[in-house]
């Protein structure tokens, strides 16, 4: 099993933001809702552009889950496990994500 | 159990249709499916196959999902053909030597092109017109001649006469028959088809017997002679002569076959073998074979519940059709030849207009038979509808093909009068209570229907249809249309507007509070975002703003498809000094940006890393500049004219004028985009009737246009004023400017908002100039206000190091995006296609 890895702290991720990281060679987006110590991470690239943008794109609620759009066409991405609202058969990669002492860690 | 050998000959829109029918009713555990196809690519398109010519790419054409045949596990073999089959085996040899056996055969050979037996028709310069090898043929032809005929005007022939139109050469239809389409139309339709297609440079020549084609001539590479006698000097010819049912195999095994050819089939679309059936154009059902997509589809079907043990029935097809040809509107019902004995007929015709409609009814006048109408086919789904179901016709039959204005009162079949089995999609064969159903399932769009349904898939005649059918459904519902923001709030954008200017809303968490429910999301987020920049000139990039900003906003600048940036510094009025364009060739250069004027008199850097916005803008500022706000909905440019400073026509200052409007209006949040256009005088050389806003010069002062837009719908400005001061215009301005951002709908442009205005261009009118609602004031305050906290947003975000950090690419690296890679192309650069990229990029892209 992978470790975590230890990213940035907390407060350099503005509430309802992402931010991207590279972790192992991966681009990793890395979402903050809100004001929350809470996170959440899948990958940065979006599968129908091919391009490493989904950490820039507007965290949204629907179906009671929150999910975030890409910033390029709008398609939406499962936070929790990267699945898509808009097509069943498209995923991005979900990663564990935790704050330890104010500070954003990540499992591959 | 071992599975069932299920084997298709044919790849082609039928053959297809069969597997995915049949994949979506069986059990596939129970299957083993492979299928035979003979070209080089899976099942395309072949009904839109002259699309092919402006995108060029197959891909674009494909019938086939990416993945389908690998998820359900079906053989496909592509390129191979079969060359015999052994009943008594039951098993089939290609080309290559393989052998497939099966348990059920599922012939999809479809048909030939026919070409008739023309001495010299063998010639490199004659082609048929039905793969996409033939259309690259054609292409690579056509781009050495100055001319091409096409053998046929049949439905097919004018398809490919415009395709030929489109790749720029002069284009001849020759027809055997004295009217073109002759299956379809009658003489006076014919004829009115071929005064349109004539009208727009294309030569017909009709009742032509072709004899010979002769390599050589005066003027092009051969010479075609005519039982005539007469002669046509042409480059190429392409045959749309007609097709003939693909049944060598079936005769190569000893299967049935019609005395017209074509597999004969029965009722279960078997042959003469019950272990074989055949589907589409190959097949003869009662010594008929249809040419047509829908019949085969419905055979598909059949054949698909008759292996699975379900009861379904081919009774024959519909052969009614309706198209564009060369820009042509054409549609053709049932016995359009009035053949029927005893049958009436009704017929208008507009010479002026060139529209033709005729309408075959019964002896008693009860029954629409057939119909034929060119130029006009707003009424023939409706027409339809009436032979499809035997629905009684009015008592004045007349009235169906009448215009309005022509005293025929417009009597629509309402979609109510369909009967619930109705016959929606014929492609699809979905019936209006299908349709019906998916609405009560809650599919509520068009899109929704489409998906769950297939209907307006095929052709897509029966969009309109179905939309009508949708609405009633809707209706009988009691489903109220809505104009709720999204599920977070159940508020307009012009309500929250005003809640937040009213109540004195600061933020998104606020207004949510108080006014909403949930967390958000992609819709809300950003329009509150720009309510909240219009009312209170907050900086969007604020801790409490920043989240809500949309793709563009967030960083200042428009993503492109790679996720790197434009950069587009304000040029107000189009004006630059050669300093100033020093210095964006120098930053263009240093960060080796791809360099374009754009379509708003400015220029336009495209290819920025995100991580490199905050240098390029910085060195922008410091050399005068500031944001051009192109990544905003708001004032984007004016755009103007040289005007009388420079132009000897020019009667004002129009790019005076324009650089004080720019300037007056820049950064304010809108709706939507907004432009503004100013002409010098008549002759409107800055475009600014299709704007948002246009002003154009005249000897007393300024005409003022709005509402007008450029883009996926151009619309002319409506005159609003004319005559007006600089003062008087920029008061009118402000005020029109403040109502359109106060009501307008999300994401709406001034078009469609004025459109949606109870009362239009009047009413505004009244707001504007005569205070009609008594907000002039407030309008003009809010404005002045939103004009007072106007910066830069580049020049604040560049002072905010927090706001700095967010600009690198990755937080914990200084790393730029590997993704991000870029091509030469005519002496800058360009995102690299994916297949450009490393191949390591490639493989972890599969991975993902």
Known sequence: MSKWIKVCSLETIFPSTGVCALIDGKQVAIFRPSEESKVYAINNMDPFARSNVLSRGVICEHQEQLWVASPLKKQRFNLLDGSCLENSEVSVEAYKARITDGQVEIRL | MSKQKLVIIGNGMVGHRFIEDFVEKADLEQFEITAFCEEPRVAYDRVHLSSYFSHHTADELSLVKEGFYEKHNIEVLIGERALTINRQEKVIHSQTGRAVYYDKLIMATGSYPWVPSIKGNESKDCFVYRTIEDLNAIEATARRSKNGVVVGGGLLGLEAAGALKALGVETHVIEFAPVLMAEQLDQQGGQMLRNKIESIGVNVHTGKNTQEIVVGGETARNTMKFADGTELEVDFIVFSTGIRPQDKLAKQCGLATGRRGGITIDNNCKTSDPDIYAIGECASWNEKFFGLVAPGYNMAKVTADDILGRDNEFTGADMSAKLKLLGVDVGSIGDANGRTPNCKSYVYLDENQSVYK????????????????????????????????????????????????????????????????AVVCSCFDVKKSDIADAVAEGHCTIGAIKAETGAG????????????????????????????????????????????????????????????????????????????????????????????????????????????????????????????????????????????????????????????????????????????????????????????????????????????????????????????????????????????????????????????????????????????????????????????????????????????????????????????????????????????????????????????ARFAHFINSDEQDDNVVFTPERGQKRPAFIDEKAPTYKISLEEA
Not at chain 2, 400 to 421: N, Q, R
Not at chain 2, 487 to 505: A, D, N, P, T
Not at chain 2, 567 to 592: C, D, H, S, W
């Open chain 2, 358 to 421: 005729r309408i075959i009814v019964s002896e008693d006048g009860k029954h629409l038979l057939g119909a034929v109408l060119v130029g006009d086919t707003e009424s023939y789904s409706d027409l339809l509808q009436y032979t499809l179901n035997d629905i009684e016709l009015p008592k004045h039959p007349d009235s169906l093909i009448l215009p309005s204005h022509a005293g025929g009162e417009k009597v629509g079949l309402g979609v109510d009068a369909l009967p619930e089995a």
């Open chain 2, 457 to 804: 898939t095929g052709c897509g005649g029966c969009i309109p249809l179905i939309t009508q059918v949708l609405n009633s459904e809707l209706a009988k519902q009691g489903v109220e249309v809505k104009n709720h923001l999204c599920e977070h709030f159940e508020y307009s954008r012009q309500e929250l507007f005003h809640l937040i200017r009213i109540e004195g809303i600061k933020t998104f968490k606020d207004l949510l509070a108080k006014y909403g429910q949930g967390y958000g999301c992609e819709v809300c987020k950003p329009t509150v975002g720009s309510i909240l920049a219009s009312c209170w000139g907050e900086y969007i990039l604020s801790p409490e703003n920043n989240g809500l900003q949309d793709t563009n906003d967030i960083f200042l600048g428009n993503m492109q498809k790679d996720g790197t940036y434009s950069v587009i510094p304000r040029m107000p009025g189009g004006e630059v000094t050669p300093k100033g364009l020093l210095a964006v060739a120098n930053v263009a250069e240093q960060y080796e940006l791809y360099t374009k004027v754009t379509g708003a008199q400015r220029i336009g850097l495209f290819g920025a890393h995100k991580g490199d916005l905050p240098d390029i803008w910085k060195q922008l500022i410091d050399a005068g500049f500031e944001t051009g706000h192109a990544y905003g909905k708001s004032l984007r440019m004016v755009k103007t004219c040289v005007g009388s400073t420079w132009c000897r026509f020019g009667v004002q200052d129009s790019v005076g004028f324009g650089v004080e409007l720019e300037n007056r209006y820049k950064g304010l949040r809108t709706p939507h985009k907004i432009k503004f256009g100013v002409s010098g005088c008549t002759r409107e050389c800055a475009e600014a009737q299709g704007k948002d806003v246009g002003i154009i010069a005249t000897d007393k002062g300024w005409n003022l246009y709005v509402c007008g837009n450029g883009g996926m719908k151009p619309k002319h400005g409506e005159l609003l004023a004319v005559d007006l001061d600089n003062e008087t215009l920029v008061k009118y301005l402000d005020r029109f400017m403040m109502f359109y951002v106060r009501t307008a709908d999300k994401l709406t442009r001034t078009s469609v908002w004025l459109q949606n205005l109870e009362g239009g261009i009047e009413y505004l009118q009244e707001v504007i100039i005569n205070n009609k609602l008594g907000i002039n004031d407030q309008l003009e305050k809010e404005m002045a206000d939103a004009i007072d906290s106007y910066e830069c947003e580049w020049t604040k975000t560049l002072s905010d190091d927090k706001q700095l």
